[in-house]
């Protein structure tokens, strides 16, 4: 059983900045792609970010391409989301997840099986 704790959320004014942070338990973290995803009242859960079980690959929705960065601390067993020049339409619960097949990474949140329980980020104007 893998656990996933995310920390790192709050309250931010727009133009902003926040880190993420994602702590997995077990032995096997290096060997997953991770992903983070996010879900604001009233909408379905979106795909932010995902890198690859190296970390050398990362993938970015384009609705937060050039702001947002994914990175991972295979060593630490943490993924991080570090968010810049963040809007009011940012504003979600932010969630970590790890995908299920070894070292592949994908986009579709139902590629992925363990999750965390998330965070809240609120980005006023």
């Known amino acids: 059983q893998v656990q996933l704790v995310e920390s790192g959320g709050g309250l931010v004014q727009a133009g902003g900045s926040l880190r993420l942070s994602c702590v997995a338990s077990?032995?096997?973290?290096?060997?997953?792609?991770m992903g983070w995803f996010r879900q604001a009242p009233g909408k379905e859960r979106e795909f932010v970010a995902a890198?690859?079980?190296?970390?050398?690959?990362?993938y970015y929705a384009d609705s937060v391409k050039g702001r947002f960065t994914i990175s991972r601390d295979n060593a630490n067993n943490t993924v991080y989301l570090q968010m810049s020049s963040l809007k009011p339409e940012d504003t979600a619960v932010y969630y970590c997840a790890r995908d299920s097949v070894y070292c592949t990474v994908r986009v579709a949140g139902s590629a992925y099986d363990y999750w965390g329980q998330g965070t809240q980020v609120t980005v006023s104007s």
């Open positions: 890198i690859s079980c190296t970390g050398g690959n990362t």
């Open positions: 077990g032995r096997t973290f290096s060997s997953y792609a």
